[in-house]
């Protein structure tokens, strides 16, 4: 069965940072494009990259554009996302989380991880 | 940004009811449409995509339907198992997908 498990989660001080990766299972990763999704109390689920099955493209929500960046190891099936400059308003639980579609992007996500929390306080 | 509005934003309904859930959108997505169910401690589980096609395992008992800005969720028959928060979400406009603020479905 599909698996997602994410790890790298903590309490940080803000302006620091942080890679959240998510190891998978149960799929054939590489076929698959992927995406992070965080969700906080104030703002609910918040869609924040994607990247494609083959990791040649990566995208970001404009929220995060310049301070994330998300790549993959096709090899390890394992994904990553670096933060950096973290801030407060980060403070979430993020998910990693499989997109439906095969060598595309649905832009839906068909499993996620249990997530990892991340608090950004000093 | 499209916006997603869901009412209510609790529901309280006895097992073996009928519980309906709306989404709306601030414009038109056609079917773009996922709605997710999630447990406490729980990531979210898809339950719906293209507005009305259930995910794999889903039971009959949930259904999609809607198209353009209005949509709806509509769980048959509510079994103990389903009492969790809902949540829809566009995915219309390529990296700006959007969640609804969610509807908690509570036991009466």
């Known amino acids: 069965q599909v698996q997602l498990v994410e790890s790298g989660g903590g309490v940080v001080q803000p302006g620091r940072s942080l890679r959240l990766s998510c190891a998978a299972s149960g799929f054939t990763f590489s076929n698959y494009a992927m995406h992070w999704v965080r969700q906080s109390p104030g703002k609910g689920l918040e869609w924040l990259a994607l990247?494609?099955?083959?990791?040649?493209?990566?995208y970001y929500a404009d929220s995060v554009k310049g301070r994330f960046t998300t790549s993959r190891d096709n090899s390890r099936n394992t994904l990553h996302l670096q933060i950096d400059t973290l801030r407060v308003e980060d403070t979430a639980v993020y998910y990693c989380?499989?997109?439906?579609?095969?060598?595309?992007?649905?832009?839906?996500?068909?499993?996620w991880g249990q997530g990892t929390r991340v608090t950004v306080s000093s | 940004e499209i916006v997603m509005t869901q009412s209510p934003a609790a529901l309280s309904v006895s097992p073996g009811e009928r519980a309906t859930v709306s989404c709306r959108a601030s414009?038109?997505?056609?079917?773009?449409l996922a709605w997710y169910q999630q447990k406490p401690g729980q990531p979210p589980r898809l339950l719906i995509y293209?507005?009305?096609t259930r995910a794999t395992g889903v039971p009959a008992r949930f259904s999609g339907s809607g198209s353009g800005t209005e949509f709806t969720l509509t769980i048959s028959s509510l079994q103990s198992e389903d009492f969790a928060v809902y949540s829809c979400?566009?995915?219309?406009?390529?990296?700006?997908?959007?969640f609804g603020g969610g509807t908690k479905v509570e036991i009466k």
């Open positions: 414009q038109s997505i056609g079917d773009t």
């Open positions: 293209g507005a009305s």
């Open positions: 979400h566009q995915y219309h406009t390529w990296l700006r997908g959007s």
């Open positions: 990247i494609s099955f083959d990791g040649n493209d990566q």
């Open positions: 989380a499989k997109d439906h579609c095969y060598h595309g992007v649905c832009s839906f996500f068909d499993y």
